[in-house]
């Protein structure tokens, strides 16, 4: 079994360094310009900027800054460095996310033979596309939320992320779940310090951003937009008019925080903070206004669930949810497809994957201990806790 792992891995790595020589990622390719215009001071929101294939950078000054570097490379060489470090990530993550579910032996060999099936999920492979940021994004949420980060410097990665991309913010809920007040709280310092950062740096373009930009939710396209696979989508993709998808969206992503904060929690209690962690992830992309499919990269937990002994009783439900974001259902039904139900569904595979995560996973919350604390609180737990 290992050597088909190990096959599906030098293909899938081949596949996308392929891709990403035959394929200009278009996103990064903005990312660099937005890193050019930092460094020569031009504005990066206004028809000044460069917008690399039409695309218009739609981040905060601050991530501008960070993306400088870019700026030093042609973009051919970034493109495959690009490329490089995130299936380097990638395969962190895996490792990252194998001990935290329990797995203790021969974890990088287990990681290499489950990396291809992981690049090639849906989600990781468009990011890889696209040239998108998610991945480094997932590595950083990670790296703070499993204890790979010490404690004392815990919620800095997360609070850099949620800087770049808002939708990291979210895991400040499981700094709260855990009542980790300190990782919370150096997670909106560092959040808001990089916001004066950007403000420093570039006032008028924050001034812009974050009075403008930042408000907007239709930045990467209308909620129908295919890849769009929130509940926005899901709505927008019924025919509904303005006023009540936004009704339904407001009811319906409540409903999903609401469950998904309560199996979070109870799986904190019970010591299962990768069951938490996940569901964090899952509930902050399908209820948020817009998260195409290359967002769904925390899908990647899927895969180490399926190795993990801990979570066997989980593999059928795993096993389905990994199958559909590998196939990535949106995008067998063409955009212009009349409205059916069979149509519907493929459409919104990705949400559907996720709501029957979310419905397994309560159902496995309400069988859980009401009381069996983590470690952070140096209180008992049932099983092997996430963060050590």
């Not at 990291?168 to 990782?183: K, W």
């Not at 409903?255 to 904060?261: N, S």
């Not at 139900?341 to 309560?362: D, E, I």
Request: some cysteine; aromatic content about 12%; hydrophobic content about 55%.
């Amino acid at each position: 079994m290992s050597i088909v792992g190990f096959v599906i891995t030098v293909g899938a790595i081949a596949y996308l360094f392929k891709r990403t020589l035959a394929v200009s990622p278009i996103d990064l390719a903005v990312f660099q310009a937005a890193g050019q215009a930092f460094v020569d001071g031009t504005p990066l929101y206004n028809n000044e900027f460069e917008r690399p294939h039409g695309l218009r950078f739609i981040y905060a000054p601050f991530a501008a800054m960070l993306f400088a570097p870019m700026a030093a490379l042609p973009l051919s060489a970034l493109e495959l460095l690009w490329t490089a470090a995130n299936i380097g990530l990638v395969w962190w993550i895996l490792t990252a996310l194998l001990r935290r579910a329990g797995v203790t032996r021969s974890v990088p060999f287990i990681a290499t033979a489950i990396l291809g099936v992981a690049l090639l999920l849906e989600p990781i492979r468009t990011s890889f596309f696209f040239g998108q940021i998610n991945v480094t994004l997932m590595a950083l949420v990670v790296a703070d939320c499993t204890g790979v980060i010490p404690r004392r410097y815990r919620g800095i990665a997360t609070g850099i992320a949620a800087a770049i991309k808002v939708t990291p913010a979210a895991f400040g809920l499981v700094f709260l779940l855990r009542r980790d007040y300190r990782s919370l709280f150096q997670a909106i310092a560092t959040g808001i310090g990089t916001i004066v950062v950007g403000f420093l740096v570039a006032p008028q373009a924050s001034v812009f951003y974050w009075t403008e930009e930042f408000f907007r939710t239709d930045r990467a396209g209308g909620h129908d937009y295919r890849p769009n696979q929130a509940l926005t989508g899901v709505l927008a993709r019924l025919g509904l008019d303005d006023g009540l998808k936004d009704i339904l969206w407001v009811l319906g992503a409540l409903a999903i925080i609401a469950a998904a904060t309560w199996a979070a929690y109870r799986f904190t209690r019970a010591g299962d903070h990768y069951v938490a962690f996940g569901l964090v992830a899952l509930a902050s992309l399908a209820a948020a206004p817009f998260a195409v499919s290359h967002h769904w990269v925390y899908v990647l937990m899927l895969v180490p669930m399926l190795i993990a002994p801990r979570y066997a009783k989980w593999r059928l439900l795993t096993g389905a949810a990994t199958l559909i974001y590998l196939v990535g259902p949106y995008k067998l039904v063409a955009a212009d497809t009349g409205p059916n139900l069979a149509t519907f569904t493929v459409q919104n595979g990705h949400f559907w994957a996720a709501m029957a995560l979310l419905v397994g996973a309560v159902i496995a919350a309400r069988r859980l201990p009401r009381q069996a604390p983590t470690t952070e609180t140096g209180q008992k737990r049932t099983e092997p806790a996430l963060v050590h």
